[in-house]
């Protein structure tokens, strides 16, 4: 079955600096997603993107995120400059005329 | 934000039995519910969802049952496997499911052999 994959999967960073986090989606899926997990906390919806832009975001999605789809098959989140609170889980999701499909995430610890 | 609620942290059950986890919804504008099942170091995995127009939706040994006027989900394991031991999440969004899903706080299922 077709799966979407993230790298890294564990990221440390020192606080201040920019980190980009990489998602293959699902080759056929249109819409694309950034979810996130913080320790002990509830997954919170971060941003959508289709057809090359961002169709939703929540308040949480502030201009220290970016997402860009470089190519035909990566979707990137960008953090400018990380906070110590923006340690968490990050999963990347993907749809078609399906419910979403998550990658086993990218755990980023800031420091 | 306590759109999403799943009051029951954590359920224990014995292998063969039915599990019934319960999720319940402030937000009327709700239309789509999902529940996703999640293993320690994976992402969450998408088992059954059901749309406001109906109230049962069943694959195999999942079950999931919607009371629009209680604002209340359920979803029925039978049988239980321990396979199915895991975090369970209910997710909720507004049309179908391609809007940000809001999820609620999981309840980790232990199935005992």
């Known amino acids: 079955e077709p799966e979407v994959t993230q790298t890294p999967s564990h990221q440390v960073t020192q606080m201040g600096q920019e980190v980009i986090l990489r998602c293959v989606p699902i080759?056929?899926?249109?819409?694309f997603y950034w979810y996130r997990q913080i320790l002990g906390q509830k997954v919170e919806f971060l941003v959508s993107?289709?057809?090359?832009?961002?169709?939703?975001k929540s308040e949480i999605f502030d201009d220290q995120f970016s997402v860009e789809r470089p190519d035909g098959s990566n979707f990137t989140l960008k953090i400018r400059s990380t906070k110590l609170e923006d340690s968490a889980m990050y999963f990347c999701?993907?749809?078609?005329?399906?419910?979403?499909?998550f990658g086993n995430g990218t755990r980023l610890t800031v420091t | 934000d306590q759109q999403v609620k799943q009051n029951s942290p954590s359920l224990s059950v014995q292998e063969g039995r039915i599990s019934i986890l319960n999720c319940d919804y402030t937000?009327?504008?709700?239309?789509?519910f999902l529940w996703y099942k999640k293993y320690p170091a994976e992402g969450p995995t998408f088992l059954i969802s059901?749309?406001?127009?109906?109230d049962k939706n069943e694959d195999g040994r999942f079950t999931v049952f919607l009371n629009k006027s209680a604002k209340h989900l359920s979803l029925h394991i039978v049988p239980s496997q321990p396979g199915d031991s895991a975090v369970y999440f209910c997710?909720?969004?507004?049309?179908?499911?391609?809007?940000?899903?809001?999820f609620g706080s999981g309840t980790r299922l232990q199935v005992q052999p």
């Open positions: 059901i749309s406001s127009i109906k």
């Open positions: 993107f289709y057809n090359n832009e961002i169709s939703e």
């Open positions: 997710a909720a969004s507004v049309d179908t499911g391609r809007r940000a899903l809001t």
């Open positions: 937000n009327s504008m709700f239309d789509y």
């Open positions: 080759s056929n899926h249109l819409y």
């Open positions: 999701a993907s749809s078609g005329t399906s419910p979403l499909h």
